[in-house]
Each structure stands twice: as C-alpha cells, then as structure tokens.
C-alpha cells in the first residue's frame, strides 16, 4: 500500500553532521507526539535516531510536517532545532527493516538544515493547493540520486498578508457591554486551540431571540481577531432570504482587503464573482464563468468557497461567524453544508440561530443535526444572564445614577435577557417607568403570534394564573378547557416556540416574566377578571387540603375577581393565607396579606358581616405586628382602638377584651405604665363580667407583669397567685406570647426579689420544662427571662448559655426585640464572667438595639447594669451619663422595678463629688427597696449607706 512518509529528526548542537543528546532525542519524539496528536496519522515508529510517520495522504504529511514546525518554535523557542522531510512509498516492516522508501526519505530529511521541510517532487504533485506552506523547487547536485522522481522541493511558510480591511463585526460597538459569559468564551477557547493547532471546528451558538448569541460571536470573533485571526461574519435577513446571503457579505468584506488571495485561487475567484460581482473589478483580467450545467455549477461554486477560505486560512486561522441562520434560504445551508464537510484546516465555523424557531426552519435543524457527526463540535444554549451580571450591566451603564437594588428587579422582569434588560434599562431611563418598551413587545409579540390562536388562548390563561402553572389548572378553567387534548396539544405548540418550559410534575414556567406580562396585558378588564375568577375556582377543586402556596394563589385570584362579587372570598383566603405565614413565622408577608384583606373588607354588602369580618382581621393582626414590628409601634395601637370600636359596635365583649388586651401590651411594650395600669385594671374588670376562666387567667397575669414592672411587688404577687392557680399548662394558648409562662417566670424573679430563692429556682425549672415545643416567641422570652434570674443570682455560665439560646431562637425566626432583650442579658453575664469591657459594650448595642426595634421594656434594667458596669471599669463619667438616663427613662415611663439599685449606684457615683446629693440617693435607695420589698436591693443599699457614713465618720441611721 503506497502511503506518504514523513521522517523527522532533531539537529546536533554542533550542526548537521553531529548527533544530538539523548535528552533532546527524548524532548524530539514528545514535542512530535503531542504535536500530531490531533492529525490523521497511520503509525508513527520511534527509530532512534528519528521518528518516522506514516500518513494517508500528501496532503496530511504537507500539515503534519508543519504542525511539527510550528511546534518547535511555539514550545521550544528555537531551543530544539527540528528538520523534516516528505515522501510517497512503503514504509516496510519493523522487523525486517525500513523500506528504501524510508530510507530515502530519512536521508532527505538529514540534508535539510534547522527549521526546514523537504518534499519529493511527487508530494508536491499530490498535495495539491490546500495546504499551509509555499513549495519552492531547490537546486539537487547531480550525486544526489536520493533526490527522487520529480526533485526535491522546499516547503516555506507563507508570511500573512497584510490585512488591509478589517471586518465590521469585530469593531468595538458604541456603548456596547459585554458581560457574564466567561464559561461559553472559556469553551469556545478550548475550540479554538484545536482548531489553530490544524484542526477544523463548528461551534453553534442557540438560544431565544436577544438572549446574546450575536454578542458573544462578536466578543470571541474579537479576541481571536486580536491575536491574528481572520475574521469573516455574515448573517441572513428575515425578510430577504437570499441564496447565500451570509456567504455574500463575508466574502465581500473579505475580498475589498484580500485581493492577493483571490488572484491566488484563480477560477475559484472567477465562480465567486457569480455571487460577489465586484471580484471582477478587483482582480484584473478575471473574467466571470457563465453557463453550464446548473448542478455542476453549483457544486463548482461551492467548491469555490472552500477554496477562498483555503487560502485565507493557509495565512492565519479562521472564523467564520454566521448569524441569524433560523432565516438561512436552503441554498445557504447547502453551501454550509459543504463548507463544513469539506474539513479545512484552521478554520472556525460559529453558527448563530434562534432555537425558538427551529420548527418554521426544517432544513436548519436537518443541517444542525447532521453536523455533530462530525467530530469537533461544540454547542452552546445560552441562559439569561445571572443577577450579579444584570447588576453589573445596570452598574456600567448606569454609573452612580443607577437606583440600588434595579438589577434585581430587572433580573426579575427579564430572567437575565441581555435585550430585555438594555431595552428596559434605555425605556427607564426615558420614561422613568418599568413598563415595556415597545422594542421588547415587538419582540415579544412577533414569537406570541407565531402559534396558533388557540395557543395563544391557553397561555393568556396561564399568565392569569401565574409565572407558572399547572395542566391540572387550566384544564379545569372553562375558557380553554373544552377538549383536553386540545390543550395539551395547545401548551406543547407554545413549549416548542420556547415560550414556556415545562418543570416539576405537570407545571409549565413562562420563559420571561416579560412574555406573561405582554399576554396579560394584552387581555380586555373583563375577560382578565373572569378568568381571575376561573382559576381561583379551578385551584379550589384540587384534590387534597390546600397547602401554603395554593392558598397564596387563591387569595390572588379571589383578590383580583374582586369586582365580579368575590370580595368575601378574597378576604377569607387572605386571612388563611396570614394564618399560615404567621405560623411559618414570616410575620411581614402575614401582615402584608391581613392589610390587604382589610382594604377589601368594605366590598363585602351584609353589614354585619362586614364588621365581624374586619374585627377577626383587626385582633388577628394585632399580635403579629407586635412581633414583626416591635410591642411599642405606634400601628399597633390604631389597630386595637378600631377593633375595640367594632367589638363595642357588635356587643361582643370578649373580643372587646382582646383588643384591651392589645392597647395594654402596646403600653407595656413601649412601656407607659401610667396607662398598660388602668388598662390591667380594665382587663380584669372584663375577664370577671364576662366570667371566662381562660381570660380572667390571661387578664391576671398581665397585669401583675405590669404591676411588676410598676414595682408594685405586692399587687404582682396577688396577680400571679391567682393566674398560676388557673393556669392549665397542658392547654397552649394560640397568642404569640403564652400569659400562663409569662406569669411563671415573672413570679421566679419576684421570688427572689423577696428572698425565695429556692421557690424562684424552681419557678424558672418549671417555665423551662413547660416552654418546650411552644411559639418560639414564648421559647425566646422564656429563656432570656430565665437568664436574666441567674445573672441575679451571680451564676455567669448559666445565665451566658440560656441567653444564648434565647438569641439563637429569636435570630432564627426574625423576633428582633428578643434578639435584644437577650442581648443585654448575655452581656452582662460576660460582665460577670469577668470580662467587663466586652460586656458593658454589649450591654450598650443591645440597649441601642431595643430602641431601633420600638420596644424598650425592662430599658431600666439594662441601663442599670450598665451603669454598675461603666463604674466598674473606672469610667465615671459615662457611668454617670447612663446613669441620669436610667433616671430619666425611669421617670417618663413609670418603670421602677430596678429604682433601687439606681438610686444606690447614683449614690456612690455621687460621693465623690457631692456628699449631700450621695447621702439623699443611698437613703432614697432603701426606702424604695424597703417599700417594694426587694430583699437583695435593700441589703446592697443599706451596706452602700454604712459604708459611705462610715467613710464621713457617721453612724447610719
């Protein structure tokens, strides 16, 4: 079998005649390997003293030889000098040995310098045109009967032609930004390296329309560009759909600049002109080939083509960039066909289409197909852009007048659309609104009418229902489920034309939240809120219970339906849906659903209805904005004065108690306890009228909390004592915050206030068993209650894990005050601990913490530990300072229960600088203890007062 023969050796360091290193024999035969690994090659013999390759064809050896070229001067630098020669024979059998072929060929090969490639007269004849290297015939003395048949020719690399025109596509565009594609230029890249190493490539960029494929072709087209690349781009018209219209405009820009190589190819050039007239003005004496058979023509045209690109490619690598081929005519893709079968070396074909379009373009996805047979094919289904992209473009093109946060919210309307979001970007920045621009719509609209009416219905139904939804909705819808096979058929047309996508079980999502918005608003007002009305009723026949979303959803639809008589059940499916946001802890969305429910509550026409309606609302929501915004938000309190309105307007005391008891909680949250006092008062008053044991519990374990807080020790402990007898543990209250806990773990704090020490221990064992699997709003308070004993007690470990926990809970589901509360606590345990400094700061950012959350109950409290705090570490003067807020937060509120120990500590601060002041606060100091019986405050006041008579020389009194 007659095949071509390439021998290769490196060259001495001396010169020809020596023999190189065993390393660089080593480097030679890896440099070689790695060099030919992606080319065609039979067998490829280490022989020693050089390797010897066997090829297919003149034509591969011809590339080999000048990849291996190429190789030692890339990799190398000229430090491994490599020679070659070329032959046509036998290579013989490694066993008996080389055949004269072989030996021919490697004795060539050692007559050629560094660097240069000899070829054999017949290689020549048979490597035709389509290769990279000139062939200049060399001079053979007589005695070199080595020569061969046909002499010895000498192979060259062609210098690139200057490249005089530069196609338009790869030039910088005004205002262009170009982001968030490094992956698909990364694997673009990896083509690229094979296909500059010889190879041949296609890459296929597809996506929906706008979503980029154009600007990455031109971004990667422009980085090849910049390191030496030929560029060729073309793209087909929508409303031309000319034969080989993209050939035509890359062939064009290229020819202007390139007139050299189109001499070179001679009547190649002179078939073109065919379709490029002017070649004929270009290249002086062609004249353009007429006539003929006509599929012979177009075959020869097309070979044409490949010529063209031959050469290009023979002067630097190559990439042809086709776009918008979803409106190639099918004489384009014939010739792309071809282009792409041919497998010429060095060149890039990038094919750009629309794959939303693919089912009006059958012989696109025909060609498509056909072409990963072949082996060296990537393709690339781009995705909107990600967030951070979306934000980073709103950011350059933008600058520092870009709004914080509008990328996110062109993310959301967009999904990452790169012309959705510059369209929406420019249209805002004209009209300063988020409405559609009419260049999106136009896009929009042209794929929407590109399925059938029927289609068309089907999604409208779908955008009602939402961004997504689900076969088994719409089906149930009147409007568009007559026949369900039809729909099915319906929604499949409109998945094909990539308008929505299917998901989890039989859920479809719309591409874009811009194609709903565009088939939503594309409905008439009555046909939208009938089909609003449809869907909820849809939604309500789904088997099984309705879960959190399905209520959402209902209450959407009922909301929308709302002047079609559905005001009731927009409100009943909004007050489950806050129910069940409450219980998920998500306390802004159930606020959110309750105040919507609310500005619906009036459309309902039965009077009564009405009211008792509004009032549920009002008390549901109560509780939640106490948690969600803080006990002492102003809200909070319009809310529970209209829900005591409406229960007096119905006569329903016990829900008049309940919105007491709201206006109450405000006051001690905020704290005011001149008013959460008579209001205690009020709330007792109602619970005995109305002779309910659940409130008259509730009632009194609120106000002995305020009264505790009052410092009324006394009145406290009557409270607890009858709310602890009623108190069933085993009955969870439904409020956020459990009364009966509540009052347990205010008596542990009373109990040791009076000296109990042992009862409060258990009072606090008790409330911790109990709160487990409660609200975690109960579990958080419970527990930085429960802490704040120990830290009275002096236990620093206990009273730092319980904290804690009480943070960990309150962080974990968004309850702010008792983040706080906690806060204070865990700081002060620190303080005990012995780490002072850290724990005063931590005391003080809690303090600040309480105010930002509106609810500065038990302030006083913290102010006085903090205080104690400041003196501690020596710093007066801030001691001082904290302590006259405490006086004054103490004074405005009514919060005396830690009175005593602040008029101790002003006392002691006072000493130093004014005795008389000093004396009258420690007096002061124990009278309070005394009057409120607080055992442990009395004694530290009393021992101050010794201390500070004994220091003036006095006896106390």
Known sequence: MILTLLFTDVVGPGGAGDEPGEADRRAHLAMVQDALHDHDHADLVNLGDGVLVTLRSATAGVLAAGAIERAAADRTGGALPTRAAIHVGEAGDEAVGLSAAA??????????????????????????????????EREVDAGESDAGPGGVYQLEWRAPAPRQAVDPFVLPRPDEIFLGRDAELARLGDLWEGVKAGGTGVAVLTGEPGIGKSALARAFARQTHGAGAVVLHGACDEDLQAPYQPFIEAIRAYATGHVDELARVGASAARLARIVPEITTLVPG??????????????????????????????????????????ASRPTLQMLGHLCKARLPSVLVVLCYRNTELA?????????????????????????????????????????AAEPGLGTVLYSKTEGNPLFVREMLAHLREVAALDMPVEVRDVIERRLYRISPAAREALAAGAVAGPSFSFSVLERVPEVSADPDALVANLEEAAAAGLVREVVGDRFRFSHALVREALYSGLTTPRRLRLHRSVAKALETLPGPPDTERLTELAHHYTEAAPLGCAEDAVRYLKSAAERARDALAFDTSVAHLQQALTLVGAVEDVALRRRLELDLLLMLGPIQSAAFGLGDARITETYARAEELAREVGDNAERFRAVQGVFSYWVGKPDHRRSGPLGDELVGLAEEIAHPAMRFAAHAWRGATRYMAGDRGGASEDFSVALEIYDPARSPLDLLDPGLTAMVFSALLDWDLGRDESALDQAAAASDIVRGRHPYTVAYVKAHVAKLH???????????????????????????????????????????????????????????????????????????????????????????????????????????????????????????????????????????????????????????????????????
């Open 103 to 136: 030996s021919l060929v490697a004795r060539l090969c050692r007559r050629a310098g560094p660097g240069e490639v000899l070829a054999t007269g017949v290689v020549v004849a048979l490597a035709g045109s389509r290769v990279e290297m000139a062939m200049t």
């Open 360 to 400: 009006d373009a059958p012989g696109l996805w025909e060609l498509v197909s056909d072409l990963h047979r072949l082996p060296a094919v990537a393709t690339l289904t781009l995705g909107g852009l990600h967030e951070s992209d979306v934000q980073a473009y709103v950011d350059a093109a933008a600058g520092p």
């Open 791 to 957: 830290a009275r007690r002096g236990d620093a470990e206990l009273a730092a894990r319980l904290a804690a926990e009480a943070q960990a809970v309150a962080e974990e589901h968004g309850l702010p005050q008792l983040v706080h509360q906690a806060g204070w606590v865990a700081g002060w345990a620190r303080a005990l601990a012995g780490r002072v400094d850290e724990g005063a700061d931590l005391v003080e950012a809690a303090v600040a913490g309480l105010s930002a959350s509106n609810s500065m109950a038990d302030a006083s409290h913290a102010l006085v530990v903090l205080t104690e705090l400041r003196a501690a570490l020596g710093q007066f003067d801030a001691a001082r300072e904290v302590a006259a807020r405490a006086e004054a937060f103490i004074d405005d509120t009514g919060e005396r229960c830690h009175e005593a120990e602040l008029q101790r500590l002003l006392g002691e601060l006072l000493a130093p600088v004014d005795t008389a002041a000093a004396e009258a606060h420690l007096r002061h100091a124990v009278e309070v203890a005394t009057a409120q019986g607080v055992v442990p405050y009395e004694a530290r006041a009393r021992k101050s007062l010794e201390d500070f008579q004994a220091g003036r020389g006095t006896s106390p009194t």
């Open 286 to 327: 062609l004249t353009r080939r007429e006539g003929g058979d006509p599929e012979i023509e177009r075959l020869l045209l097309f070979e044409a083509v490949v010529d063209l690109i031959s050469a290009a490619a023979r002067q630097a690598p190559v990439v042809l960039v086709l776009d918008d081929l979803h409106w």
